[in-house]
């Protein structure tokens, strides 16, 4: 029970003002060539069985001292799936890696879904 309940506090804490939600937000149906532009190549990509490009932009930096932080996103549903994405880092010497892999799922040249991955403070910034 304590488990669920942490998991509940977690994800909600997600949800609230400040948190992933607004930066994968801020790319829905940004195109291939704006996203390139801010964020540069991806690390890799892939085509589906179903034609839509799915790129993955990767991006580490060093973490304060004793930082804690919890990072969550949901893509758009458009081809009838949601993505869904957790990372939970917790810190406490200095200068600890901090990574934030964020995979976009382009339909017809536009953000359909996306699924980030890291800690909410450092992939904040990369919202458009």
Do not use: H
Request: proline share 2%; aromatic share 10%; with cysteine.
């Amino acid at each position: 029970m304590k488990f669920a309940t942490l998991i509940f506090a977690l994800l909600a804490g997600c949800a609230a003002p400040g948190g992933i939600g607004e930066a994968t937000g801020s790319w829905d149906g940004a195109t291939y060539d704006e996203v390139v532009l801010r964020w540069g190549a991806p690390a890799r990509s892939t085509k589906l069985t179903d034609g839509r490009d799915v790129y993955t932009w990767v991006s580490e930096s060093a973490g304060s001292r004793g930082s804690s932080a919890v990072g969550f996103g949901i893509g758009g549903g458009g081809g009838g799936g949601i993505g869904i994405g957790t990372g939970i880092m917790f810190g406490s010497g200095g200068g600890e890696a901090v990574r934030c892999e964020r995979t976009l799922i382009f339909k017809a040249g536009r953000v359909d879904e996306q699924n980030w991955q890291g800690p909410a403070e450092y992939c904040r910034t990369f919202a458009r």
